[in-house]
């Protein structure tokens, strides 16, 4: 497995996990505007690793679909951080692949010199919840009604400068992650074997 940075390349696999995961997926613009106009945004996907050449473009974006297993967005403005978005595969939950979404957006807030992370969280999502609180976030407010379909929202936020073994702790389960989970960790890099492709889908931005 592989963690990199998101590309243009990437958007349509996804959107398609996007709407497989998510009652109120975001649209194609929401991406495009995160990855090309927001210089406060990060956005990293993780996929697997597979070295056959798609021949076409409806194959490569099938395949790249296929091997897209998860993705993770991070603001920072400032001292605050904020993880804007965050998708599991279904059939991929319970590895810990979850977490390593997480911590590789945590990491790179702290990088970029954030003190807090914050961010939302549907008041069912037991899982998502189960994983926040591990890692010290707790509840700042309640947003009623904040998703489409009516369902309220937590607030979480964690300070990241409030316990003074919290960076270090993240950066080696992170590393611990990588090692047993066979990750490869993110890079700028564009992989040199995938062929450069359009940002948009076929129709065209939304």
Known sequence: ???RLMEGRDIPAVIS???????????ESAYV???????????????????????TWHTHRRRQSA?????????VE???GHISTLALRPEWRGQGLGEVLLLTAIDQAIQDGARM???????????????????QF?????????YSDGEDAYLLHVYLDKDPTYIKRIRERLAQLFTDLQI???????????????????????
């Open 1 to 3: 497995m592989h963690i």
């Open 17 to 27: 996990l996007d709407r497989q995961v998510f009652p109120d997926p975001w649209p």
């Open 33 to 55: 505007q995160e990855l090309y106009f927001n210089t406060n945004a990060h956005y990293f996907v993780l996929e697997l690793l597979d070295p056959a050449q798609a021949r």
């Open 67 to 75: 091997r897209l297993i998860g993705f993770v967005g991070m603001r």
């Open 78 to 80: 400032g001292t605050r």
């Open 117 to 135: 992370v914050g961010l939302e969280v549907r008041i069912s999502n037991e899982v998502a919840l189960h994983l926040y609180r591990k890692w």
């Open 138 to 146: 707790v509840q700042y407010s309640r947003l009623q009604r904040y």
């Open 184 to 206: 490869r960790p993110a890079s700028a890099t564009t992989d040199p074997a995938e062929p450069s492709e359009p940002a948009f889908t076929e129709t065209g931005a939304a």
